[in-house]
């Protein structure tokens, strides 16, 4: 089978073939066979067929090479896997050889499979099968075939940053741009003198040590300081946030219980949802919106939500049983996300992003963004996308207290209540209501904690599937986000945070 483990970085492994050289318009190998100089090489995007992708019943996974140096007998080759089109892991290539004159290609990676095929003569298709490394076994384990991909950017898959005609890639820190989008701007070193910590992190990043990172963007004392985009993204591009988008509906709860006095967090779901009473039962109307915000509902949890055909959402999540009291015990769980949605729906009559546009994203310039929904319900446990300045706007409004250009967005009192830790996660992460909260307190789980002192500062955090990050850290009146498409690897998307720890936040300490 040719999912693979993860690794940390794509490996390019040079193969040396019989030398090649150049004459004019036309190319010969050292054994002087003449070609043409339009020779079709093998170079290039190859995408998987559709008939022998990895079929699941929520998607398909498809692996995709990059091929490079045919032409001069030097080969090297990339991998990855697409989910439903999009990047979704790093596949480990570790060699690779072509012989041209029988069109027989062989790839092998990163635990030692084989991948055996056979190229076409217009260099179009490749036809081939898997083979594990199991010496006493010669039986192919999975047929994979390759197409073109000329659809397909590399820079999307493979290329963090396009680097010269010398192949190298050389960072340059620009202050960010100033637009009408409502951020003021500053160099980053008005606010630190160790660029060559910056330049080191970027070369980190550059490196993919922190994962197929998409965008970095850093708000020091309300001004941006750094934004950079990799991969071929940039600023006009929105991004989904995945689970991001709970704290961001815990916002816009916040905004709407302002307007009713007499409801508030230690009352019955109920309350909030009286059309529902129906649905009461001598446990479930011990759930209070407090449980729901902190996921201590106790409700049986489910995968993958959105596949549950229902008329009525939130009547199937009323419906659910219980699996552990009230407050007993945290569970992580969209059910409770989606709640916040169907009450901030029957507190002021209009479905959340309705209720986003008029109240948070109106008020902070948010214009450009994408919400997706089903039966014209907005999902509320994920799938917001945003512009990554838009992100960080998010950020801002969280580390002054709900205020944005001195307009009280967000209740203060909110803001407070929300942030602070409320329940214990895991030894890694406390929880608020529907916010992360990370101190020193904390375990860490990454490989370097134990250089020097450990002082980490507090940080409040929203964090999505695949790497998307807000990261609040108020002693140093700092945001910082990321988006990413680690979604295949849970390590190298949880690696944001040790990243913001040990190599952003130190740039900021000492001036």
Request: glycine content about 6%; aromatic content about 12%; some cysteine.
């Amino acid at each position: 089978m040719y999912v693979l483990k993860p690794i940390s970085l794509i490996l390019l492994t040079t193969i040396s073939f019989t030398g090649c050289h150049h004459k004019n318009d036309v190319a010969y190998t050292s054994s002087d066979t003449w070609r043409p100089s339009y020779y079709v090489s093998i170079d290039g995007l190859w995408r998987c067929t559709p008939e022998t992708s990895l079929k699941f019943p929520n998607g398909s996974l498809e692996p995709v090479i990059k091929i490079s140096g045919a032409i001069y007998r030097n080969l090297t080759v990339q991998g990855c896997f697409l989910w439903d089109s999009r990047y979704y892991d790093e596949w480990e290539l570790s060699d690779i050889q072509f012989d041209d004159s029988t069109n027989q290609l062989t790839v092998i990676d990163g635990n030692g499979n084989k991948y055996a095929g056979v190229v076409d003569e217009n260099m179009r298709t490749i036809i081939g099968y898997v083979y594990s490394n199991d010496p006493n076994n010669s039986v192919p384990e999975d047929k994979l075939d390759f197409i073109r991909a000329d659809s397909i950017h590399a820079t999307r898959l493979f290329m963090p940053r396009i680097p010269d005609l010398n192949g190298s890639i050389k960072y340059v820190y620009h202050q960010p741009e100033q637009n009408e989008d409502g951020w003021q701007s500053a160099p980053i070193f008005q606010f630190t003198t160790d660029s060559a910590a910056i330049y080191d992190l970027m070369s980190r990043l550059i490196r993919q040590d922190y994962g197929h990172l998409e965008s970095l963007i850093i708000i020091k004392d309300g001004r941006l300081i750094l934004e950079e985009y990799f991969y071929g993204y940039d600023r006009s591009q929105i991004h989904n946030i995945h689970s991001c988008t709970k704290s961001i509906t815990s916002l816009l709860l916040g905004i709407a219980l302002e307007g009713h006095d007499s409801m508030n967090v230690d009352q019955s779901i109920f309350t909030f949802l009286p059309q529902y009473d129906s649905l009461k039962t001598e446990e479930n109307e011990q759930i209070t919106l407090k449980h729901i915000l902190t996921m201590t509902a106790g409700f049986l949890e489910e995968e993958d939500l959105e596949e549950h055909e229902t008329d009525d959402l939130f009547q199937y999540i009323l419906s659910l049983p219980l699996v552990s009291k009230p407050g007993e015990k945290f569970k992580y769980s969209n059910d409770c996300s989606n709640l916040l949605g169907g009450i901030i729906y029957s507190l002021e009559g209009k479905q959340v992003d309705a209720y986003a546009e008029e109240n948070l994203f109106g008020p902070l310039g948010i214009s450009h963004y994408y919400w997706e929904s089903e039966n014209g319900v907005p999902h509320c446990h994920s799938d917001l996308h945003l512009l990554p300045r838009d992100i960080a706007k998010i950020g801002l409004l969280v580390l002054n207290d709900g205020k944005w250009r001195n307009r009280q967005v967000v209740p203060k009192k909110w803001i407070y209540e929300s942030t602070k830790p409320h329940v214990q996660e895991s030894i890694y992460y406390d929880y608020g209501y529907h916010w992360w909260h990370r101190s020193k307190e904390n375990m860490p789980w990454w490989e370097r904690s134990d250089m020097g002192t450990r002082d980490e500062k507090d940080k409040i955090i929203a964090l999505g599937y695949g790497g998307q990050y807000i990261v609040i850290i108020r002693d140093l009146n700092m945001v910082v986000v990321t988006t990413a498409s680690d979604y295949g690897n849970g390590r190298k998307a949880r690696s944001k945070i040790p990243m913001v720890v040990e190599e952003i936040i130190p740039i900021f300490l000492e001036i």
